[in-house]
């Protein structure tokens, strides 16, 4: 998408100079993942060669996540030894290359409120130092991120970076990131009709949406509690488009034998000029890795040029990838898509002058 | 649409002020009419009462249209002759309101070039004198429209106004004009859509478009060569929004049951990263009288509007409204709806100064 | 349905003779509630004035159901008193008939256990006499319809006539019975697929299917044991069809907007030849009231004709209409109408002989 | 399926008795056409190499098909010398195994009617004699197949066996045949669904049928004249099955993106009870290459079965695989498996005594 001539992509960092690392939780060889997706008919089996001795050397940068084998445990040095250890692995990376940005995209994590420890970033601290353990697994990586000096991207609407602590330290040390939940599917699809029925002043009357999908995703969307998070922030993101709080039930529902595949349908009941009743439905078949991991790339890149300009906090002008962008209730994809092009011509023009 | 708080509002004649006057070629009591709306569930039918004495008040404001019983026919003077005698009734109309818009809400004509004859207003009139009728009778009213200083509005894809002689003689009076075909439903649905592919670099592989429609518009459609203006309108549109021509058949078909209802199912098969093989699915069950209606009083209510503040010639900030926009390619439907907003802002700043 | 050539309808009750009545809970009058179906497009406005005065006179036949106002209520004489308020009601209205059969098509109840109590007829007086009050509300129903001597239909999932205690009874008596739950809508389509993809060998591995429906039915099924026992109809049933437990969501939700309609989406994921993966998604959109109207008289003129010609306990050749037939596992559509058509020879024969 | 625990499978050749052989039109390499079918996702790539060895022995009892290179040409000795040349072939074949049975899997024919020609096999050799080519090339093949005592299964619409000449060949030979067109995928659907409208007495106002497809299959039905015998093959079935003629456009396009793959989307209006208005819509997406395939080795089961206990002529048995079954009007999928059923139980009997 960054290359599309609308976005001005000067200074973007050029595809063949990115370099994939990362802190994973699973020990299953990048090349055997690659190969349970070309079996599951998510990507061609012509690939799978071309990209074996890449993807093996992308395993030799991977490191342990938290809570793995292989990793210093949780009991060690606590919450903050975490951090410290995360901090190392991101800076050892980064001796090889210019920039790092560090993009969440493990599977979704149930709501956690760090509380009273994570309002500043000394009570934090202070949290630490009387050995708590305040912050939610994908807060620990988005800390130590930022200690990294790293841009960063919430790609899930796990807590993450929005706990004030870690966003008063992404100020203090003048990084920018960006968030949250990647709008990979029947979300996008969403914003880009909600606002037809707004604008023309057709009347929605209730909105169904159902979301069949397997896979990891699936199977952790299953847990109720981690549903919830993602149903929220769809149903947000439509009230605020249509103008008011939109009746319907909103699903996502596990089925096993879709694996990396995601089916979404939805139904919307409207009523036109003196109230005729009129529906809309639409079913959505896509697959949400091969959704999300060209817009991973962008943000990458996007994130690294920021950081480059010398942005820093919430780049809100790139809400266009996100379900739930941070600090902002636009939602419309249109509307999103030139707040991202004018900034891409911004982010130009500074370079320049 | 007219009231929604985007839009700028100030000085559009007030809802209960419009009168609503007209040709019409078929007989039907208006009050039968809108029975049959009832009986075919297009409105609902506590709504027969209240409108019935405004519907017989303004039955009696309906003159026969060209070539129907009580009309003087074409024999007589020919098409000059039609011309004359519809500007009379214009005016007529027009001595007891303050403004007259015509809006030309008939049914599709087939496609029709009016040739050298219709170059220019002198080679119309030429070929009048020459007692030659090059202008099908869409082209008779616009030109009647004009002559009566009205601003005039194309619903249909019917020639109308797009006559070189036309739009002159509109040039010449300072008249406004907007067109051409109402964007009303699939295609409505399809500006919305085709943008998100574009501007998440989803390749588009083919897009099948098949609409299912009844009553009057569909037996008219049902005649290949009125279908086929249609389908061109819609198929170049998509192809504005994708940047390519795009695969994929388009059908409009007569399904009689149907009545004033349509159906349309569109298919989009579009690729992913790396060519994963997604689709898009979607069904539209609404009623395009329904769907029109509201419009047609919206672009009254702004043309009028044009003509007060001055402006003359195509509109094309009401792009929004068709789907082959006048002398634009824009087929987008946020940006021609922000097109539209900024203008109704212009007008209003432009009254007040 | 039953005057279909396939059927013999020999015997049956002829339309113009059956007479509507029965117990209600609400007093809203039926012309009032006719009014609300036209309103909501169910039936056509035409239909409203020829039916006034007989919906009236149907009025004057409705009694008060248990637990309203103006019955007897639960308190002075208990279950044993509530169903002998019921038999007398049954007979007086059976006085100016030939025959009557007694319809349950309330709203769902939740499932419930009369448990030893409900084990024989004797149990159950036993029971009463001790003041204990085992039967749900609609098994006092089937309960007096069977000491009235009337055939009975559970169009509903509710406990009804599936008590031992009352099938007993009715064996004793010699009373035909027919059930349970209308299959009406999504269910009988998929009555109609699942043995297509059975006999082609053609193997599902999941079936989704969402139910949105609004009005009283939708609101009652909007609890979630009421639910539970129509879910659980359901998939049993597709179980059975398709020769093993098959995964997939199944969901009913109440969408109030939607009224007396109901829209149905299943999808299916199906795996062919060497295992490549196909879909069959179907939508339905349909009246659940006018689907359920016809069938209910269907039922009354077989049950009615069954105890004419001397058939009693479960009728088994009339699971064509249910969800989940009495004492019956099969639930394929094509093979319940060669079992329905072939009974209805066989009565027609027996009458003769 | 004829593994199915209904059917009888007793006598059946076993599926790894079976050799593969055929006429050929092209000569890309099997194995190269097997992993055009893994690349465009029709079957998984893991199957490739465990069958490589044996597509190239199948490779080796390929000849060529009539008008190719390789072929003697239809210069030399006409038709009957073309029919003698595949007589020739199949007798080389059948040396290696016990029975032979021919099944024409080629793309649609045009409609092609054989005159008098055709009218009885004298009048063919006497046209044979004149130097005349009445056949159209489907029915050479099966002349040929017929000649050298092979059963025979038109899979296709083509004209095949259906000449009245080719029909007295069989009956005097003593061969049977099945037939015609596969019965793979949207009327598969059809013959489960339509059915059901006609038992539960819904008003059936329109069928639309849209079938998108790509592939060799897809350029072909392009063809107006070959897409147009098989739309007629499927309205009528339709139109059978409902009882009388049903309105709705049925249109067959191509779409090349679509490869191997097909969708259909079938739109269905129907009445309720007293009017009220339904619809049921339903999306098929197959890949009609794999569904057709197991049918294919099915029918050569079944009727070498029916040839080794003597029967002969048009299998109506068999209607269950078929659009357009032979001398048959019963199109409804489940009574169709009955009779197939019944007959292989039949079959066995017969065996057996």
């Not at 071309?50 to 992308?58: G, I, N, Q, S, Y």
Request: charged content about 25%; proline content about 5%.
């Amino acid at each position: 998408m960054t290359e599309l001539p609308d976005l001005d992509s000067t200074g973007l960092a050029p595809f063949d100079a990115i370099v994939v690392g990362g802190h994973d939780v699973v020990d299953t060889p990048l090349a055997k993942r690659a190969e349970d997706l070309v079996a599951g008919g998510v990507v061609p089996a012509a690939l799978l060669e071309p990209v074996r001795a890449e993807l093996d050397r992308t395993e030799q940068r991977l490191r342990p996540g938290l809570g793995t084998r292989g990793s210093d445990g949780p009991a060690a040095g606590g919450q903050r030894a975490d951090v410290e250890r995360l901090v190392r692995d991101i800076e050892e990376f980064a001796a090889g290359v210019d920039r790092v940005v560090v993009v969440d995209v493990s599977s979704t994590e149930q709501p956690h409120d760090a509380g009273a420890d994570g309002a500043s970033y000394a009570a934090l601290e202070a949290a630490w130092d009387a050995g708590r353990a305040p912050l939610a697994a994908s807060s620990v990586y988005a800390c130590a991120a930022l200690l990294a000096g790293c841009g960063y991207v919430a790609f899930t609407p796990s807590p993450g970076i929005d706990v004030p602590a870690l966003r008063e330290l992404a100020d203090r040390r003048g990084l920018p990131y960006a968030g949250r939940d990647g709008k990979t599917g029947e979300t996008l699809v969403k914003s880009a009709l909600a606002p037809m029925f707004a604008t023309r002043a057709l009347a929605v009357r209730s909105w169904t949406s159902i979301n069949l999908l397997g896979g990891g995703d699936g199977a952790t969307l299953a847990d109720p509690a981690a549903a919830s998070s993602k149903t929220q922030a769809k149903r947000s993101g439509l009230d605020a488009m249509i103008g008011h709080p939109v009746d319907g039930p909103m699903h996502i529902d596990y089925v096993d034998d879709l694996g990396d595949w995601k089916t979404a349908w939805d139904h919307v009941r409207f009523d036109g000029f003196l109230g005729t009743r009129m529906t809309l439905q639409f079913t959505w078949q896509g697959c949400d890795s091969t959704l999300a991991a060209p817009l991973v790339l962008d943000l990458a890149r996007l994130v690294g040029r920021a950081q480059d300009v010398g942005e820093s906090g919430v780049l809100d002008a790139l809400g266009f990838f996100f379900k739930s962008p941070l600090d902002s209730d636009e939602h419309r994809l249109a509307q999103q898509w030139e707040a991202l092009t004018a900034w891409s011509a911004r982010c130009a023009e500074r370079a320049r002058s």
